[in-house]
C-alpha cells in the first residue's frame, strides 16, 4: 500500500470529527448577528426610540425611515433595535432563574429519591396544574409590572420543566457506573450533584433552556401585548404589536416589522440549541 493511501485516510478523519451541524451554524449565525444588533442598537438606530415626528406619522418604509413610523411619528426600525435589547434580557434572565431553581431541585429529586423525590415533584405539579399565562398574570398583579419582575415570574413559571427535565436524566445516570463508584467511595452529596451528575446533565439542559429563553421572549411579547409587561414608551416588541393593531389596515409595518423580528430571534434560538444538542451528546454525535 502507497504512502498516499495511508495518510489520505489520516487526514479525512479530523475532518469528519470538525463537521458542524447545519442547525448550530444556521442559529447560531442568527443568534450572533441578534446579539451585534442589541449591543450596537444605540450605535446602529438612526433616531432616539423615543424621538417623535409628528408630520411623518405613519410614513411608510423609505431610505429616511426603513421600517416606516407608528402613530406617534416614532421610528419602528430604531424601537425595533432597541427592543431587542430588551427581549434578549427578558429571554435570559427569565432562564437563568429558571435553572437557578430548576436545576438544584430535579437533580437532588433524582440523586435522592423516595420521599424527598414525592415532596418535590409534587409542588411542581401543583405548579404546573396553572395555565401558565395565568400564573404569571397572578404574580406580575401583587406588585407594578416591570421588565425584571416580568422575567422572575417566567422565571419561576419555567422552573418546574426544567427540574422533571434533570430529575429524568439523573435517574438515568443514578445506574452508571462512575456514580456507584462515586458513592461507594462515600463522596457527599454537594460532590455527587455537582461533580458526578451536573456536567452529564448539560447536553440536555442546553436545549431545554434554549427552549425556556424562547418561550420567555414569546410570554414576555403576550404580557407586554395585554399590557402586563413592559411599559409605555418602552419599546418592547409585544407592545409595539399591540400598539399596531388599530392601523393594521393603513400601516401594516408597525406590526409586521417586530413580529418578523420575533420569528426570527426564536428560530435562531431554537436551532443554535439543537445544533449544540447535537454537537455535545455523544450519542448523536455517534450517529453523524
Not at 209 to 230: P, Q, T
Not at 261 to 280: E, F, Q
Request: a positive charge; glycine letters at 8%; hydrophobic letters at 55%.
Amino acid at each position: 500500500m502507497s504512502d498516499a493511501a495511508i495518510i489520505a485516510p489520516a487526514m479525512a478523519a479530523p475532518r469528519r470529527r470538525l463537521r458542524l451541524p447545519w442547525p448550530l451554524l444556521v442559529g447560531g449565525a442568527i443568534v450572533l448577528a441578534l446579539l451585534i444588533t442589541a449591543a450596537l442598537a444605540q450605535v446602529i438606530a438612526p433616531y432616539p426610540f423615543d424621538e417623535m415626528h409628528i408630520r411623518d406619522r405613519l410614513t411608510g418604509p423609505s431610505l429616511r425611515f426603513l421600517a416606516g413610523t407608528d402613530e406617534y411619528g416614532r421610528d419602528v426600525f430604531s424601537r425595533l433595535l432597541i427592543g431587542s435589547q430588551l427581549s434578549l434580557v427578558l429571554g435570559v434572565s427569565a432562564t437563568l432563574v429558571s435553572l437557578g431553581i430548576g436545576v438544584p431541585l430535579g437533580l437532588l429529586a433524582g440523586y435522592r429519591r423516595g420521599v424527598t423525590d414525592e415532596l418535590i415533584m409534587r409542588v411542581l405539579d401543583v405548579l404546573l396544574a396553572f395555565p401558565p399565562i395565568m400564573l404569571v398574570l397572578l404574580i406580575l398583579a401583587i406588585t407594578p409590572p416591570s421588565l425584571m419582575k416580568t422575567a422572575i415570574a417566567i422565571g419561576v413559571l419555567s422552573a418546574p420543566p426544567i427540574a422533571r427535565v434533570t430529575r429524568s436524566v439523573a435517574l438515568d445516570l443514578m445506574s452508571q457506573e462512575f456514580v456507584e463508584a462515586a458513592r461507594a467511595r462515600g463522596e457527599r452529596l454537594l460532590y455527587m450533584l455537582g461533580r458526578e451528575l451536573l456536567p452529564n446533565v448539560w447536553p440536555v439542559l442546553i436545549v431545554e433552556a434554549s427552549l425556556r429563553v424562547v418561550f420567555a421572549i414569546l410570554l414576555g411579547a403576550v404580557l407586554s401585548f395585554l399590557g402586563f409587561g413592559v411599559q409605555p414608551p418602552e419599546a418592547d416588541w409585544g407592545l409595539m404589536i399591540s400598539n399596531g393593531r388599530a392601523f393594521v389596515d393603513e400601516a401594516p409595518w408597525i406590526s409586521l416589522a417586530p413580529g418578523v423580528a420575533m420569528a426570527l430571534t426564536v428560530i435562531g434560538i431554537s436551532l443554535l440549541g439543537d445544533g449544540l444538542r447535537d454537537l455535545l451528546d455523544p450519542k448523536l454525535r455517534g450517529r453523524r
